[in-house]
């Protein structure tokens, strides 16, 4: 899993610290493999963070061991694997005998964007497979397998650390590591919200919830799915800061002053946004949404990442939880320093 989460850091909408190290390695690629990874992520944006599924699923630790089981799948199991980010529920599998894709394409648990993703790019599903075993044999052999054997022992000891966390309660463990994960107790599910992959997870449907420690990732989470399973990959790379110093709180808290700014990051905070798909819903024109975005992207509150031509907006989750602990944080200060400095 760690090698999916490597190459999608590369291209990831908010920079990760080591996304230099992954983009390093893609770039000592061969011809082959780096013009296969250039079709894949035009056909099938964020391909990376579907392989999880299928890896998760095979529960193979060795990294190259894992890329033989997946060479040796059916490609219709693998196209169902990167489908199940796009379904609602993680049970979307046939009956004994069933074509795999078939019947995950025929579940209304399919969402209509995984439909059209289905349409459109899982059509020969022996292609995209040998494309994407193309591009990680091409990535491990460019740097990334070395890198793995120097951190295999590491993630280990941190995969058993969480382990004990999950033990106790596991929704609050994963609730507390991520401020994109919101614990509902009453309805029994989890909530994820914003960045690449929102989504719900509801007790009832799993057998099992797995936290994967990832080096590549900060404090953002990754969802890998497979039947009545499902596997958090969580940051225990660099750590954002944390705090926000007081001198660029005034200008955060002025960009959220602006009521149509302020619908912008409520709208971004439920998924990715262009301004095409922000301006009729303001019902103003794409250059004022353009503009408002701009002051939110220098807030810091929104993150671009550009999909073929277009450019989407994410909002920072991570960042506006910071803002938060830091307002909270003017009660202490002003007990610990009680007298207000001029201002100038």
Known sequence: MEVCLALWTASAPEREPL????RRIQEQMSTG???T????????????????NAFYRLGVDDLDDA?????????????RDLLLSGCEGVRPEGGEGDDPLSAIAASDALRPAAARRLRLAIVRPEETVLQMLDVLHGFVAAGYGRLWMRHDQRLTSLAAALSRELAADPMRAISVLSP???LDRGLDRLTFVGGQQGGVLRCDELDRVDLVPSLWLRRRF??????GRAALAVGRGPALRVEIEHDRMPAMLAALGDERRFAILRLCLRRPHTTSELAPVLGITEGPVSRHLK??????LVTPQRSGRHVRYSTA?????LLGQGLQGLTRDAVEEPTLRSVT
């Open 19 to 22: 996304g230099w190290i992954a």
């Open 33 to 35: 493999p780096r013009g």
């Open 37 to 52: 990874l250039g079709i894949l992520n035009e056909k099938l944006p964020g391909w990376q963070l579907d392989v999880l």
């Open 67 to 79: 890329i033989e089981a997946l060479a040796a799948e059916a490609p219709r199991t693998v196209a």
């Open 180 to 182: 994109r994960a919101v």
């Open 222 to 227: 990754v969802m890998a799915k497979a039947p």
């Open 295 to 300: 002051e939110l992207e220098r807030g810091g």
């Open 317 to 321: 989750v991570e960042v506006l939880h």
